[in-house]
């Protein structure tokens, strides 16, 4: 049977390191596709694992961070937590950090495999973290965004993003990092921009429906996908818009800007790469679902469903869209 594959592998050296929602994390050979070794989890897979050094990092629905060996997929050991994991981890300063559904934000020693520090918010912490110049920043159910030190763990603020609960007002978005501001979606249909430092809300855009999607930022704007089917650019400085796209569905995953492209996937299961100047339509494919693109500055990856797909770069200046090159299920 073919399990559902949700979130995009982290792609390091000649491998993709694949999780699937059955419980498998699956290393797969870069060039070829063909499965070099699987690995079961404890419970299913709902987030993107991180590679560091030969260690690789992987939290599960069950409420367990496991590390692998990267080599062959050898358990070395594992973390509990008291709820499902959906974020996927970061590396900052020896530690794993990763928020877990039991309220709390951990930072683990990956020497000692233990806690160094938590941060608990008000509801479950879905989303990843964000790292820039020291200070970590994670959305939580609660609709806050938190800014918490990496070295120690001080809450240096939370702000509540939530300003009225049409349409719930969580945050399940990764937040992105960039010019002073963290930029993040809300089930509440808006993206906050919010100062790194001081924590304070700078604008607020409102789409009409959740924004699950986290943003990315380039060009000095904002990208991000929202449930009401739009695709958004806008402007980082003032949160106006450049330009919208209208997708064929609901947009629920992150996008990713790759030299002047952004891509992004629907629900619908359409990954559509749009020029990130005009808004024009520069690929599309009928692949992708929730995932996106991730890609290693040559190759473009993309999961749609329950397969992994490799595109490698035109033969010609002049050709459009991409070769499908490999797939595994």
């Known amino acids: 049977a073919h399990q559902p594959v949700d979130f995009p592998p982290a792609v390091v050296r000649d491998r993709l390191y694949l999780p699937v929602t059955d419980g498998s994390l699956v290393a797969i050979d870069r060039a070829t596709g063909k499965r070099l070794w699987s690995k079961s989890a404890a419970g299913p897979l709902v987030s993107s694992p991180l590679v560091v050094g030969d260690v690789v990092y992987q939290g599960s629905k069950e409420g367990t961070m496991h590390a692998f060996a990267a080599e062959d997929g050898e358990e070395l050991w594992r973390f509990p937590t008291k709820g499902p994991i959906e974020s996927s981890p970061i590396y900052v300063d020896g530690r794993i950090v990763f928020g877990s559904h039991d309220g709390t934000l951990y930072a683990v020693d990956a020497g000692t495999h233990r806690a160094v520090w938590t941060v608990k918010g008000d509801a479950a912490f879905k989303g990843a973290a964000a790292l820039a110049n020291g200070t970590i920043y994670a959305g939580n159910y609660d609709g806050k965004l938190y800014a918490v030190r990496a070295s120690d763990g001080v809450v240096l603020w939370a702000t509540q993003t939530r300003r009225e609960f049409s349409y719930g007002g969580s945050l399940y978005s990764s937040p992105s990092v960039a010019y002073g501001r963290v930029f993040v979606g809300s089930t509440d249909g808006r993206v906050y921009a919010i100062g790194a430092k001081s924590g304070d809300i700078k604008w607020v855009h409102a789409t009409q429906d959740w924004v699950y999607a986290s943003p990315a930022i380039a060009n000095r704007t904002v990208f991000v996908g929202s ?16 330009w919208t796209f209208t997708a064929d569905d609901r947009v629920a995953g992150s996008a990713t800007v790759i030299d002047d492209i952004v891509y992004f996937s629907t629900l619908g299961g359409t990954t559509w790469g749009l020029d990130i100047k005009s808004g024009a339509v520069r690929f599309s494919t009928d692949e992708g679902r929730t995932a996106g693109v991730v890609s290693d500055g040559e190759w473009l990856f993309l999961t749609g469903e329950s397969k992994l797909f490799g595109f490698a770069p035109p033969a010609s200046a002049e050709a459009t869209g991409a070769r499908r090159t490999a797939a595994a299920a």
């Open 227 to 242: 449930y009401d089917g739009t695709f958004y650019a806008l402007d980082a400085r003032t949160g106006d818009k450049r």
